[in-house]
């Protein structure tokens, strides 16, 4: 995979990384991700072109709002710098395929709102239905470009499927999964359903045992209770997010232990990664 285009992939996630800080800051209080401009939120100080180049200018300004000098949260590096980082690894996983842009909008999205349900408790629908579309776009352009109209049924279906899933444990305990979850689950359906069911099997398992570890590590410290809410976006997009970088090995894994003869990839599993 030629390093021109995974560095300027990666650079592209910077650059995304920064926008998704505005919208994670905004959205959850109503507000426009567009207008008015960036401004420091404690003494709404406008923040320059020199001071709002991703991780940078948060390095050279010593982490502080060059104005009042208030500290500025390590939320802000920290999402963009991720945001690069599995860019460019998503870059090196498909390459320059007609799928590598769904990954993208994908995950962009999940690290949006992964990051306003650790802050907010919240999976806002501003952010989780263009995302949604997005991502639907991006799939519907891959499957008219390589035919691979199956795998775009699949994800529909697979949207569906665990949308209503989600949606009826969310019915018969409802202290169990909050709605957002439900939606967010149509999401991670739709966008992991092209490269099969496995993948978004996968997603949910890992992101589940992740939820499940980290509220019993809390609970024995006694950082958290049986009441306590945790936020539950946070694990199963963390859960898709490896469905999309390391999902084929483990589905190429488990075939393997259910037939030992099988040989090669599924169909709908795609790209160079090994």
Known sequence: MPSVFVLMTGLLGLAVGSFLNVAV????????????????PR???PIAARDNIPLVSWV???RRCRACRVPIPARYP???ALTGVLFATEALRFGPS???????VLTAGLLALAACDAEHLLLPNRLLYPTLALTAACLLAAAAATGQWPSFGAAA??????????????????????????????LLGAGLGWFGPLHLIFAVLSGSAAGLVVGAGLMATGRATRRTRLPFGVFLA?????????????????????????????????????
Do not use: K, M
């Open 98 to 104: 007609e799928v590598l842009p769904a990954a993208l």
């Open 157 to 186: 279906a697979c949207g569906i499927g665990a949308f209503a899933v989600f949606f009826a444990l969310h019915r018969t305990r409802p202290a169990w999964l909050g709605f957002g979850d439900v939606r967010l689950a149509g």
């Open 25 to 40: 800051s905004r959205v959850p209080a109503g507000r426009s991700v567009l207008r008015p401009r960036s401004a420091c």
């Open 238 to 274: 963390a859960g898709a997010i490896a469905a999309l970088l390391v999902g084929d090995p483990v589905v190429r894994w488990y075939e393997g232990v259910l037939d030992p003869c099988a040989t090669g990839a599924p169909p709908y599993i795609t790209g160079p990664w090994p």
């Open 78 to 80: 920290l999402v963009e």
């Open 43 to 45: 003494c709404a100080a």
């Open 60 to 62: 050279l300004l010593g």
